[in-house]
Each structure stands twice: as C-alpha cells, then as structure tokens.
C-alpha cells in the first residue's frame, strides 16, 4: 500500500449517503447536518464528517438504512408543470406545489432536479436518487435545458447574437448555447415571436434575464427538454408519467454516473406503470375528439 492510499479518508462524505437514500440533494443534505438535524453514532454529525455501513445515522430522529444500498430501484418521473405552482414541497402563502400532483412513493421521497419559477411551466424531473440529481442538476455536467420563449417586442439579429456571445447578468455571463425562432407551426401573435433557446447551466430565471438584458419581456416561458429527455405529446399539463429502466439507464449516461443494476422485476411495478400510461393516452384520445 503506498503512502497516499494509507492517508486517504474512509468511508463515504455523509452528505452523499444521505443524498443517496433519497433524503433531498447534496446541498439540502449539507444544509440539515449544519442545522443539526443528522447525528452518527448517537452524535450531532458536522461538515465534513465520512461514515461506513458500520455507523448508525439518524436523520431528524429516525434511523437510515439505505444510504449504502446501491441495489435500490433508482426511479425517475416527469411532471409536465403548469403554470402556477412552486416547486417547495409547501408554502406559508397556500399555493399549489408540484408535489401536490406527483405521487407518493413508498419509504423515500421525490428530489425535484433543479426548478421551475412560479410562472413557468414544462418539463420538471423527479428522482429518488440524491447523487443521480446532484449530476443532473450541477453544472460541470454540462446537461442542456431547452425552452421555448415568447417574447415581446423588437427582435433583431443583432440581438440574437449578442444572446449567444454571451451577457454579463449580475451573477456572472450568461448565454445562449442555441436560439432559433419557432416553426411555421408556432402561431404568431401580433409583437409577439416564439424562440426555442437552450442553457447550459439552469442558474435562478436566467433565460427571463437573459432576454429581459436586451430591454424585451418574455411573457411565455416552458421548458420542453433536459439533456435528452422531452415531454412525451400525450402528458398534458399537470400530468405526470414515470421512466422506464431504460431510460432511467440513459438519463444517468446523460449524467456521466453508471447506471443502476437492473432492477428484480415487479410485477406489480410495471402493471402500475402501464395502467397509468392508458390512462394518459386515453385522455389524450379523448381531448383530440372533442377537439374535432
């Protein structure tokens, strides 16, 4: 054994392992043990603090056990959010949340993978798994989001480039990997012009400053894509639909993480799974009807 591997620290940052039992992300984990909520080993855990599968670890007085299970059935849901809700899991004021319309999940809890603000709607991802969303969400990532903006007022090609060579917001300069004006499908509505415009990072409403620096408003902002997830035509706002094994695998490829092991089959699971995709496509086939 060489002198650095004799020196390295053992076990695994706490921070992690709770992220990992699906407890909330890295960062929330690393808010609860600096409030005082973690203790190992019967003690008031801090910053910085590595266990083991031989430690006994409490989360805000009850005991933690999946930390260390890598075997556990990562789960992924997509939410198509509307506008009008906030993705807290609650709120003083009594407006709707996300979790509202998500459902429960057994022994654990959904982590929200990044944001959506107040007034913007689309594509909102749900893991079970903290280190999974910690990937998803961090930067040195380098997953895109995409979005499709209406936009309010003059639109130049100047502008367009400016948005892509980058503009100095008060948190740092921001960009546009991408922009490109909507399809001729995308209805036109008088000063109004629909942008499909992509990021790289997710920081707090960047595409809304972003377009907002070149003195325009947006008054429409849905996010339809992360990295290579879309929302299917079927989910309609307000619903939700689970990932397959699959595309639970991709997702994490997407991520640069290894993928989970294939999870014991359940039956259960996936008759679950498929009775509320018919029912979405039901639904679907329903509206398109009264549509016509």
Known sequence: MTEE??????????????????????????????????????????????????????FDGKRITEGFNTKKRVRVILYNKPEGQICSRSDPEGRPT??????????????????????????????????LANKLMHPSSGIDREYLVRVQGAVDNDMLQRLRDGVLLEDGLAKFTDIKEGSKDTPKEGSNRWFYCVVMEGRNREVRRLWESQEVRVSRLKRVRYGNIFIPS?????????????????????????????????????LSRDRHQRKLRKADTSRGTKRR
């Open 234 to 270: 079927h989910v309609r706002s307000g619903q939700w639909l689970e990932l397959t094994e699959k595309e639970v695998a991709e997702l994490c490829h997407t991520a640069g993480i290894k993928a989970p092991p294939k999870p014991r089959f359940s039956p259960e699971l996936k």
């Open 5 to 58: 591997e004799s020196s390295a620290p053992e076990g695994e940052k706490l921070q992690k392992v709770l992220a990992r039992a699906g407890l909330g992300s890295r960062r929330e984990m690393e808010r609860a043990i600096g409030s005082g909520k973690v203790a190992v080993n019967g003690h008031t855990a801090k910053l910085g603090d590595r266990v083991s599968e031989n430690d006994k670890i409490d």
């Open 98 to 131: 996300v979790y509202d319309n998500i459902p429960k999940i057994a022994n654990s809890r959904w982590i929200s993978v990044g944001r959506l603000d107040f007034n913007t709607s689309g594509l909102l991802l749900f893991t079970n798994d903290g280190e």
